[in-house]
C-alpha cells in the first residue's frame, strides 16, 4: 500500500517494490547489501554473455544469462527477467543467439539500476 500512494502512476513498479521488500523480510540494510553485490556483479555477467554472444558460444550465453536472470529476479519479475529466460532458453534448445535482444540488455540493466536507486531513496533514516 506504501509504495502504491508514493508512485500511483507506475502501480507494477510499486508491486515489485513490496515484493523486493517482503523477500528479504523489510531488512533494509540486506537490501542495500543485494543491491551493491548486484552493481558490481551485473556488470561483468553481461560482459561475459556479450563475449560469448560475439563469438556464437550458445552455451556460454545460454550459462550467463541463466546467472544473470537469477540475479535480477532478486528485485522481483519484470520484463529484464522475461526476457533474459526467453534468451536462455532459445539458447538452451541450440536456436540461434538473439544479438537483437542481447543489444538491448545494458539499457535493460540501467533502467533497474535506476529502479533500485529510486527504491533505495525510500529508506527509512538509520
Known amino acids: 500500500q506504501h509504495w502504491r500512494q508514493r508512485d500511483p502512476d507506475r502501480p507494477e513498479l510499486a508491486a515489485r517494490f513490496a515484493e523486493v521488500l ?6 533494509w540494510k540486506l537490501l542495500v547489501e543485494l543491491v551493491e553485490s548486484f552493481r558490481l556483479d551485473a ?3 553481461l560482459g561475459h554473455l556479450t563475449t560469448a554472444a560475439n563469438f556464437s558460444q550458445v552455451t556460454g550465453v545460454s550459462d ?6 537469477g540475479s535480477v529476479s532478486i528485485f522481483g519479475d519484470s ?7 526467453q534468451i536462455e532458453e532459445l539458447t538452451r534448445r541450440g536456436l540461434e543467439i538473439p ?3 542481447i543489444r538491448h540488455l545494458p539499457e535493460s540493466i540501467d ?8 527504491l533505495l531513496s525510500q529508506a527509512p533514516p538509520n
Open 64 to 69: 550467463w544469462s541463466h546467472r544473470l536472470r
Open 43 to 45: 556488470p561483468k555477467v
Open 111 to 118: 533502467r533497474l539500476f535506476g529502479e533500485l536507486d529510486l
Open 22 to 27: 517482503d523477500r528479504v523480510d523489510g531488512d
Open 99 to 101: 544479438h537483437d535482444r
Open 79 to 85: 520484463p529484464l527477467v522475461a526476457e533474459l529466460r
